[in-house]
């Protein structure tokens, strides 16, 4: 449940990337095209982007409907960024701690959003709390599985880990104690995008000169958007998108039903099409560098 977007690129107005596309993530609020779980997201919402010469984000988030908040669409006309992260939240638990609850979170200069659920909630994830410091605990920004999943990365991420292998190893840990759980995470510092595909729909779109977005879905019918394949991790830079295995059985059939990654699937870089390219289909690798899976 969800509907989250990043992009890195040159500067634009929030409102070119969140609101002004034909099938942007404010009409995903109301109307997504490829969410299989929950049909409304209206239970909050946030934007989360950086200003030039300043690593820490600034945010802004609300507990209601993108649609009924006049002063985001004031927002989104005049503050300009090359790193956004945004997100329209359908809660787990309906009305669970409202603003707290929505996403991006953010600690220093990270930003991160989960598009999902773990079912069970809380009592699936109570084996995975001794894996966190009772201060991690007791400072939760919000009482949901989202705010528990982004601890356990951010825990992994305090200790030196890479954000590629933070979050292939808390989806694992998650899945593991709760079967079933969808897990698209998507994370960023504002020069790098991380993100899963696990359980949930996962586009990007590459372009030079246009920088990347990564997705839930894609917000326009361009042909350069590609699909990620189920249980994936994708790392994405300016310059251009890496896919990789999520886990060591991710050439295994997806269990929610979405498609799998080929099996062998080495790490694919995927260069950005030039413009008026025609752009591979959703899978086919533009080059391949072998690599193991994320641990």
């Not at 404010?26 to 929950?38: D, L, N, T």
């Not at 989360?48 to 300043?54: E, I, M, T, V």
């Not at 919000?142 to 030196?160: E, G, H, I, P």
């Not at 019918?221 to 991710?250: F, H, I, K, M, Q």
Request: aromatic share 6%; net charge negative.
């Amino acid at each position: 449940m969800c509907r989250h977007l990043a992009y890195l690129g040159p500067e634009e107005p929030l409102g070119r990337l969140l609101v002004e596309p034909p099938h942007s993530l404010y009409r995903q609020s109301w109307a997504p095209r490829r969410q299989r779980y929950g049909t409304v997201n209206a239970d909050g919402f946030g934007a989360g982007w950086y200003a030039a010469g300043d690593p820490v984000p600034a945010r802004y988030r609300r507990a209601g409907p993108v649609w009924a908040d006049q002063s985001f669409a004031d927002l989104c006309r005049v503050v300009r960024s090359g790193a956004v992260l945004a997100a329209v939240r359908d809660a787990t638990l309906a009305g669970a701690d409202g603003e707290a609850a929505a996403a991006p979170f953010a600690a220093g200069h990270l930003l991160f959003s989960h598009n999902g659920a773990v079912p069970g909630w809380p009592a699936s994830a109570a084996p995975l709390v001794p894996l966190l410091p009772p201060a991690d605990l007791l400072s939760l920004e919000a009482r949901t599985d989202s705010a528990f999943v982004w601890a356990l990365v951010l825990k992994r991420l305090r200790a030196l880990e890479t954000p590629e292998s933070a979050l292939c190893a808390t989806v694992r840990q998650v899945a593991e104690a709760a079967p079933g759980a969808r897990l698209n995470l998507l994370l960023t510092d504002g020069e790098t995008i991380t993100a899963t595909r696990w359980g949930d729909s996962l586009w990007y779109r590459a372009e030079p000169g246009r920088g990347v977005v990564v997705a839930s879905e894609p917000y326009d019918d361009d042909p350069l958007w590609r699909e990620v394949p189920d249980r994936t991790v994708l790392t994405a830079d300016r310059d251009g998108v890496r896919l990789a295995p999520a886990a060591p059985d991710a050439a295994a059939a997806s269990p929610t039903g979405g498609p799998a990654v080929p099996a062998p699937l080495a790490t694919t870089a995927v260069t950005p099409a030039a413009p008026g390219a025609p752009a591979p289909a959703a899978g086919e690798p533009v080059s391949a560098l072998p690599k193991e899976s994320c641990t």
